[in-house]
Structure formats: structure tokens, C-alpha cells
């Protein structure tokens, strides 16, 4: 890979500013771990994003999409091409109505509470989950009994040569933790969302009491990536881990939470080997007691 090429033709399309070389993902992502990535991009319009992609095409340069990071672990070799990063320029979003249009960068927790001041209901679940929508979408986000499937009317997308497409809420394919993202390269752009109109007391109410849940019940002072695992069906994740006494667990820097056991966290100095290591312990013992294999829902991404 010629370094030296890539970045003389990425300056061709984005601003200076919008190109860091051998940016170390722990700055990206919150588990605050992982090595550099070669290039990380922050294209600024969907022209911008569109000549990255074909760029990056041309030249069999592999590139990732990323949002805020609040999904993945990103390994401490680091990524090889292009990470391209749309939390920061694609958040934008309006109300009209019981209607939301935003883009794949906005914060869910932004888009609830602004959902809440115009008296909207039915995104309360998503609040405080620390995501962007297009995260959010890709991996059908949910929470106290709410998914993204419940509210989303259509997604903007694009593919992998920068077409434009719409898909409805049914052609998303939305299951538990999936969608059609989960198995296709099509980048999220933006999204329309329907809601009800509902009491403001109310709805800020019950965020408030969601709010608290997690407060009290998750790790919120330590660097993760929410929870670990998917839910298996039938059982509780956390449940399993701490049946097989792996509550507080710690490996080097890595720590099963002692206060919510599906949630491996950063306790401090943690690399991206330490969690994975204690990751493998975890699926290893719940596995052998139980007979049951449990699934990542946090994203491994990169090289050891």
C-alpha cells in the first residue's frame, strides 16, 4: 500500500483537516482501545462519501464505515485501508410533525430527547443508548422492550459504487440485533422515523426512569461497548456468567463488571488482547457448564 499515493488522491477529494494518517482507533471508539488505523476520513457530504467509496474501489483499497464507535472493538494491530467516520459532519436531523428525519450520524440520545420536547413518543428505549442511528439500524438497537424496527418508517442507503436507494421498513429485514446491514456493504445516509404524539410529563418520565436503570444496573464509569453478548434464546447472558462465578473477573486490564456481568469492560490500561482474552474465558466457561456458546454483540474489527 503507497501511503504517499493514497493521501495525495484523498486530498483530491476532502479537505486537509478531514484526513488523519495512523490514527489510533482508541481514540474512536469507547472501549478505548485499539491500534492505528492506515487512513481515518471525515467526508463532510454524500459527494464526499460517494468519491471516497469509488476511490477506495478502484484501487482495492478496503475502507470501513464507522459512527461513534460505541460498538466495536477494534484489535492492536489496527485496520489496514481506509476508516471512515461519520458521527461528526452527518448528524444532522428535523421534527415535522410526529415525523423525524435525521441522519446516520446523529445521537440517539440527542434524537430522543429532542423527540421528548416536541411531546413524541415511541424512542424513549433508545435515549440512552450511547449510538448513532446508523449504528443504531444496523444492528436493530433495542432496549426495555423497544427496537428501532418499531419506529423506523424508511432508511436512505447507499452501496458500495455510491448509488443512492431507498429501502421500507420491511425491506430492512429487522431481527433481534439484525437487519439487512448485517449482511450487505450498504451504507446508512439517513433515516424517517414515525412516532406518536404523546404527554411530554409523561415520556420524560419514563426516560428519566430508563435513565436510572441504567445508572444503577450498568457500568456506565468504565470504557465498553455496552453489552458483550446477544441474549441467548431462553437465557440471560449476564445470568450465565455469573452462575459460572466469572462476576468481576479480571484479566490485566480487562474485567468482567462486577456490577452488570454481560458487560466486559476497560477497568483500566486494558489493549484490545486483554479483552478478547477475557471474552474467549467467558464463552469458554458458560460454554462448558452450560453448553451454551455465547455470541458477541460487540463488533471485532481489524488485526491482532
Not at 33 to 56: H, Q, Y
Not at 64 to 81: F, P
Amino acid at each position: 500500500m503507497n501511503k504517499k499515493f493514497i493521501y495525495k488522491e484523498l486530498l483530491n477529494i476532502l479537505e486537509e483537516e478531514s484526513i488523519k494518517v495512523d490514527e489510533p482507533m482508541k481514540k474512536h471508539i469507547s472501549f478505548k482501545v485499539g491500534g492505528p488505523a492506515d487512513f481515518l476520513v471525515k467526508p463532510n457530504t454524500e459527494e464526499e462519501l460517494s468519491k471516497v467509496i469509488k476511490f477506495a474501489n478502484d484501487q482495492n483499497i478496503p475502507y470501513l464505515i464507522v459512527g461513534n464507535g460505541s460498538n466495536i472493538l477494534v484489535k492492536d494491530g489496527g485496520i489496514r485501508g481506509i476508516v471512515i467516520k461519520l458521527a461528526d459532519n452527518f448528524n444532522k436531523f428535523e421534527i415535522e410533525g410526529n415525523i423525524i428525519k435525521a441522519q446516520c450520524g446523529a445521537l440517539l440520545s440527542i434524537l430522543g430527547r429532542n423527540a421528548m420536547k416536541s411531546s413524541l413518543t415511541g424512542i424513549e428505549f433508545a435515549a440512552g443508548i450511547p449510538g448513532t442511528l446508523g449504528g443504531a439500524l444496523a444492528m436493530n438497537a433495542g432496549a426495555y422492550g423497544g427496537e428501532m424496527k418499531d419506529v423506523v418508517k424508511s432508511v436512505r442507503l447507499m452501496d458500495s459504487d455510491g448509488n443512492i436507494f431507498e429501502l421500507s421498513n420491511e425491506e430492512m429485514e429487522f431481527a433481534y440485533r439484525r437487519s439487512i446491514l448485517s449482511r450487505s456493504n450498504y451504507i446508512v445516509l439517513s433515516a424517517v422515523m414515525e412516532l406518536k404524539l404523546g404527554n411530554q410529563d409523561d415520556i420524560k418520565a419514563e426516560m428519566a426512569d430508563y435513565a436510572e436503570r441504567r445508572t444503577t444496573k450498568q457500568p456506565l464509569n468504565f470504557p465498553s461497548a455496552g453489552s458483550t453478548f446477544k441474549r441467548p434464546e431462553g437465557h440471560f447472558a449476564g445470568k450465565l456468567i455469573d452462575d459460572c462465578g466469572l462476576r468481576g473477573l479480571t484479566l490485566r486490564g480487562a474485567q468482567v463488571s462486577d456490577k452488570h456481568c454481560g458487560f466486559v469492560v476497560n477497568s483500566g490500561g486494558a489493549n484490545a488482547k486483554d479483552i478478547l482474552d477475557l471474552i474467549y474465558i467467558v464463552k469458554s466457561t458458560v460454554n462448558a457448564k452450560f453448553g451454551i456458546m455465547l455470541e458477541e454483540e460487540v463488533k471485532i474489527l481489524g488485526e491482532d
